[in-house]
Nanobody, 115 residues
Framework: QVQLVESGGGLVQPGGSLRLSCVAS????????MGWFRQAPGKQRDRVAL???????NYADSVKGRFTISRDNAKNTVYLQMKSLKPEDTAVYYC?????????WGQGTQVTVSS
């Protein structure tokens, strides 16, 4: 019943920027943590960034200093501002949320960094 819908993915040149958005809708009673994971071909799905309702954040070492996660609790929306993008950032990015004591995932949005 809960749905996570990502947007903002696409093709960008190395060094460029993209901003991903994810909106949670449906039966939302509580949202403790939201975030982003990514999965490149042949690799496991890895954590990119997480943000709790109080605003604390956590980033993967590979994106620290380049990516910024934020959220709008009133809109049940989480964002990922990606800067200085590298080819190795190419992956399917999945929105994640812990809602009602359960994990929820979006369908994913493709981010391709290439010249």
């Amino acid at each position: 019943q809960v749905q996570l819908v990502e947007s903002g993915g696409g093709l960008v040149q190395p060094g460029g920027s993209l901003r991903l958005s994810c909106v949670a809708s449906g039966s939302i009673f509580s949202t403790y943590v939201m975030g982003w994971f990514r999965q490149a071909p042949g690799k496991q799905r890895d954590r990119v960034a997480l943000i709790v309702s109080g605003g604390s954040t956590n980033y993967a070492d590979s994106v620290k200093g380049r990516f910024t996660i934020s959220r709008d609790n009133a809109k049940n929306t989480v964002y990922l501002q990606m800067k200085s993008l590298k080819p190795e950032d190419t992956a399917v990015y999945y929105c994640y949320a812990r809602i009602g004591g359960r994990d929820h995932w979006g369908q994913g949005t493709q981010v391709t960094v290439s010249s």
